[in-house]
Every structure is written in structure tokens, then in C-alpha cells.
């Protein structure tokens, strides 16, 4: 069992920049990929980007590539997402969510947070 809680959403102006946080808590944490989603009002969730379990391997959406950075600290539990030039389009709540796999399929992980909001305003 895995408990995920998302921390570092808010409002920013395009431009900006945030760090999201995903804190876990359970057993054998280094043992999970953990992927970032996102969800937009109206929208379906989307996939925005996927750590495997050892950091050797990442994998982002071509809407934030070059912009976010996904990274994770075994020791401390926890997996980041760095966004940088923001866009009002990147408005949405913010997921992390884990799973043994890595994969950008939302629907094969197990374990979800609670979600944090970003919004950037123009």
C-alpha cells in the first residue's frame, strides 16, 4: 500500500515557474515508477510524465518537454516535477500516481494522490 500526497500547486503567470512535490508514505517506495497526470476542467486526464523506479529513465509528453523536468529522492520518499515556462494551457489539477511499471497509461496505476491545483494566468 502505497499513500501519495501532492504538495506546490498555485497560481503563477505565464512565464513562471513551480516545483510540485509528491510525498509517499508505505512500504518499498523505490520499488514504484511514479508518473505525473494532469486534468484540465472539461478535459480527460492526460499524461504529463513517468520516472522509472532506479531514475534511469524518463519519459514526458511532447506538450512539456524541454519546459518539465521529473525527478525523484528514494531517501526522502518523494518524486518532483519541475515546470518551467508555464502556459496557461498547463492549468489543471496536478496527479502523481505509482505503480510497478512505468507506463503513460493512467489506467495501469494502482496508487493516485489526491491532486494539487495549478493555474497560470496570462
Known amino acids: 500500500q502505497v499513500q501519495l500526497v501532492e504538495s506546490g500547486g498555485g497560481l503563477v503567470q505565464a512565464g513562471g515557474s513551480l516545483r510540485l512535490s509528491c510525498a509517499a508514505s508505505?512500504?518499498?517506495?523505490?520499488?514504484?515508477?511514479l508518473g505525473w497526470f494532469r486534468q484540465a476542467p472539461g478535459k480527460e486526464r492526460e499524461f504529463v510524465a513517468v520516472?522509472?523506479?532506479?531514475?534511469?529513465?524518463?519519459h514526458y509528453a511532447d506538450y512539456v518537454k524541454g519546459r518539465f523536468t521529473v525527478s525523484r529522492d528514494n531517501a526522502k520518499n518523494t518524486v518532483y516535477l519541475q515546470m518551467n515556462s508555464l502556459k496557461p494551457e498547463d492549468t489543471a489539477v496536478y496527479y502523481c500516481?505509482?505503480?510497478?511499471?512505468?507506463?503513460?497509461?493512467?489506467?495501469?496505476?494502482?496508487?493516485w494522490g489526491q491532486g494539487t491545483q495549478v493555474t497560470v494566468s496570462s
Open positions: 500516481a505509482a505503480d510497478l511499471r512505468p507506463t503513460i497509461v493512467g489506467d495501469s496505476y494502482t496508487y
Open positions: 520516472i522509472s523506479r532506479n531514475t534511469e529513465s524518463t
Open positions: 508505505g512500504r518499498a517506495f523505490s520499488s514504484y515508477a
